[in-house]
């Protein structure tokens, strides 16, 4: 069974400092990996995904995420915070086969101070 | 503009009463999907739709409905059955499911009950 884990459910930086946000996920064939994010009260919207190929991924507003397979881990990065960028972020698991729906983990809160 | 509409955006039930979330889409996509949200339980999946006339059940479909009789739309019945329906409701879509299919959601329902 797939599943997906987000370790911490809230992070706290400062602006213009290092964002990390992880997400160990658990697949017995190869995954497609996505991060999405959330404002407040809103839908999600995807910042990235990884499915075949390059395994270092860059996505929207300046983050990117590494496939790491022997780690199973698909951790999302963004090297300088902006205030802007407090939200939340989910990361979600699914793989090549029709039919098949996205398994998200639970969310990590990022919020950002000045 | 091509989205997904969900309505109403909030919404207040008395105990007892089954209520109808909709979503409308304008995509064009075959497959549409409604997760739950908890604060601190990420999203759920109640009930998916590849194609029009079928859906599948996801993690948590007890107690709720869906029907799909025309391909832009997916209305999810909360029904008296579903024993503590207060949360976040978030409908999506994509052009198929599975694979590296993105989903697009729509701004969620919040459900109170009173």
């Known amino acids: 069974a797939q599943s997906v884990t987000q370790l911490g459910s809230h992070v706290s930086v400062s602006e213009g400092a290092l964002v990390l946000l992880r997400c160990n996920y658990s697949?017995?064939?190869?995954?497609?990996l996505f991060w999405y994010v959330q404002y407040p009260n809103q839908g999600l919207q995807l910042l990235l995904k990884?499915?075949?190929?390059?395994?270092l991924v860059k996505g929207i507003n300046g983050f990117e995420a590494e496939f790491k397979k022997s780690e199973t881990s698909f951790h999302l990065t963004k090297p300088s915070a902006h205030m802007s960028d407090a939200a939340e972020y989910f990361c979600?698991?699914?793989?090549?086969?029709?039919?098949?729906?996205?398994?998200f983990g639970k969310g990590t809160t990022l919020s950002v101070s000045s | 503009d091509g989205g997904i509409t969900q309505s109403p955006k909030y919404l207040f039930r008395k105990e007892g009463q089954n209520v109808t979330l909709s979503c409308e889409q304008n995509?064009?996509?075959?497959?549409m999907y409604w997760y739950r949200q908890d604060p601190g339980q990420g999203l759920r999946l109640i009930y998916y739709?590849?194609?029009?006339?079928?859906?599948q059940k996801g993690d948590i479909a007890e107690g709720y409905s869906v029907s799909r009789e025309k391909k832009e739309s997916f209305p999810l019945t909360v029904t008296s059955a579903q024993k503590n329906p207060t949360a976040f409701y978030l409908c999506?879509?994509?052009?198929?499911?599975?694979?590296?299919?993105?989903?697009?959601f729509g701004a969620g329902s919040r459900l109170t009950v009173l």
């Open positions: 999506a879509s994509s052009p198929a499911s599975g694979g590296a299919n993105v989903l697009t």
């Open positions: 697949s017995s064939v190869p995954p497609y």
């Open positions: 990884y499915t075949t190929g390059a395994t």
């Open positions: 979600a698991v699914t793989f090549n086969q029709a039919g098949t729906a996205l398994i």
């Open positions: 995509l064009n996509h075959d497959a």
């Open positions: 739709s590849q194609i029009v006339n079928d859906f």
